[in-house]
């Protein structure tokens, strides 16, 4: 089967959660699967360039923001593939532009228009992890941009759809996706599974746990996700049909 997991910036925090992640990809990988992980920038990365880039010009241009707030998961991406190494597994890490990622030129709330998955199939093909920094791709200039807060998740779920991957996974701080916010109230339910809509509704209502154009594009192409703590096993939501 062919595995797209993405990891949020809590889930590779640091270096040893980073080396979680890339164990259980490279069991994953032994059992006989494909795998591509879709990482995000570590902890508060891009809040913290956010700030620093502020300080330097409060209304920098969206194109510089692009090229700067890029390299946060491209450290991810590098990172992950040394873990990945280390353990003995064969991995590249690949930017939004290396997979083949294509946006439109809206810097800072860039929507993919269409992926070339062939380098991706290429390197799968010959054994190795890919590991792609999320939240990114390229213009029809050829400029870096940006998906847009929260953007990984939606490079996760066009990889799944443009490579007809089985599993999209998306793995995060929490086990699930939640009625309210599980860190605001504890006795907030669980979803074993939510239908695409009602996943929309709960997204334009502030949760953040999904990038809202991850789950459109889920519906619109069909793509179950499911939703993973990435520091248990078990649990998990599946976002999919009503
Ligand atoms: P990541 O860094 O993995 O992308 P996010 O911070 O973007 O993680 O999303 C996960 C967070 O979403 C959780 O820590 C949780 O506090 C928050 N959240 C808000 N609403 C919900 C909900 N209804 N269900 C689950 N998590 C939610
Ligand atoms: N690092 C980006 C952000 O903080 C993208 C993401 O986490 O998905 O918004
Ligand atoms: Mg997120």
Same mark, same amino acid.
């Given at each position: 089967m062919l595995y797209v997991r993405k990891y949020g910036g809590t889930s590779l925090g640091d270096g040893e959660k980073i080396r979680a992640a890339a164990r259980r990809a490279a069991e994953l990988h032994r059992q006989g699967h494909r795998v591509v992980l879709v990482v995000s920038a570590q902890g508060h990365t891009t809040d913290e360039m956010i700030r620093k880039a502020r300080e330097i010009n !409060? !209304? @920098?241009s969206l194109r510089e923001m692009d090229a700067y707030l890029s390299t946060g998961e491209q450290i991810s991406a590098a990172l992950m593939a040394m873990a990945l190494g280390a353990l003995g597994q064969q991995a590249v890490s690949l930017t939004g532009i290396q997979a083949g990622i294509h946006t439109d @030129?809206?810097? @800072?709330?860039a929507e993919i228009l269409?992926?070339?998955?062939a380098r991706i199939r290429r390197e799968l093909e010959s054994g190795r992890i890919v590991v792609v920094a999320g939240f990114q791709g390229v213009d029809p200039e050829g400029d870096v941009t940006t998906l847009g807060r929260g953007g990984s998740d939606t490079t996760a779920v066009a990889l799944a759809a443009a490579l007809a991957a089985d599993r999209c996974q998306i793995f995060t701080d929490v086990d699930g996706v939640y009625d309210r916010d599980p860190r605001l109230y504890p006795d907030a339910r669980r979803f074993d599974r939510i239908g695409y809509d009602r996943m929309l509704a709960l997204v334009e209502n502030g949760?953040?746990?999904?990038h809202h154009r991850s789950v459109t594009l889920a519906r619109d192409r069909g793509i179950e996700v499911e939703v993973l703590s990435a520091f248990s096993e078990g649990g998990g939501t599946i976002v999919g049909r009503e």
């Open positions: !409060r !209304r @920098g @030129g809206i810097h @800072g709330n269409t992926i070339d998955p949760a953040q746990v999904l």
